[in-house]
Antibody, heavy 116, light 112 residues
Framework: EVQVVESGGGLVQSGGSLRLSCTAS????????MGWVRQAPGKGLEWVSIIHRGGTTLYSDSVKGRFTISRDISKNTLYLQMNSLRTEDTAVYYC??????????WGQGTLVTVSS | DVVMTQSPLSLSVTLGQPASISCRSS???????????FNWFHQRPGQSPRRLIYKVSNRDSGVPDRFSGSGSGTDFTLRISRVEAEDVGIYYC?????????FGQGTKVEIK
């Protein structure tokens, strides 16, 4: 079973920055996509950003220009650099490894709280 | 963006009875390669979501065969043949046909 572990969440003031990390037990390029999904308290799920195995990155309109997704292939690690954080970014952030037919694995999530 | 609309939004089911959740998309989910990139996820209370079904009707490894998915184009259904206690939680549909990938609002399933 593929293991995915996130870290880096915490409490930050509005306008501040955080960097989330996600380490997978299998290669980050041996799957179609890796990405971040967030869930605001008591709310549904929202895709924030993904990176294709070839390196193409995509962002939701709500974070475009503020968040940056990247990866370190040698470390099997995915990152999400979050700048200019807003209170509406408060959520549990899940890392997801999407290997399409071969599995879709999520971590346990890391909580990001943005205070005003 | 493709809008995913689930119904019902909540469901109370007797143990051992069947349950069904529908999901409708605002655009066809058939990709240019001919595949339909439509998934069902289950999120138990306090846990991260787990994918149950991919490409409409394929069960993920370890998913009990009481779960089945069907549908095509814009209309999809998740069926649970006999609900068990571990099936409580929220079920989400999700597409991957174009960015942004989007989820339905979620359907909360509880035991009656």
């Amino acid at each position: 079973e593929v293991q995915v572990v996130e870290s880096g969440g915490g409490l930050v003031q509005s306008g501040g920055s955080l960097r989330l990390s996600c380490t997978a037990s299998e290669s980050t390029v041996n799957c179609d996509f890796m990405g971040w999904v967030r869930q605001a308290p008591g709310k549904g799920l929202e895709w924030v950003s993904i990176i294709h195995r070839g390196g193409t990155t995509l962002y939701s309109d709500s974070v475009k220009g503020r968040f940056t997704i990247s990866r370190d292939i040698s470390k099997n690690t995915l990152y999400l650099q979050m700048n200019s954080l807003r209170t509406e970014d408060t959520a549990v952030y899940y890392c997801a490894r999407n290997a399409r037919d071969l599995g879709h694995h999520w971590g346990q999530g890391t909580l990001v709280t943005v205070s005003s | 963006d493709v809008v995913m609309t689930q119904s019902p939004l909540s469901l109370s089911v007797t143990l051992g009875q069947p349950a069904s959740i529908s999901c409708r998309s605002s655009h066809s989910l058939v990709y240019s390669d001919g595949d339909t990139y439509f998934n069902w996820f289950h999120q138990r209370p306090g846990q991260s979501p787990r994918r149950l079904i991919y490409k409409v009707s394929n069960r993920d490894s370890g998913v009990p065969d009481r779960f089945s998915g069907s549908g095509s184009g814009t209309d999809f259904t998740l069926r649970i043949s006999r609900v068990e206690a571990e099936d409580v939680g929220i079920y989400y549909c999700m597409h991957e046909v174009q960015w942004p990938w989007t989820f339905g609002q979620g359907t909360k399933v509880e035991i009656k």
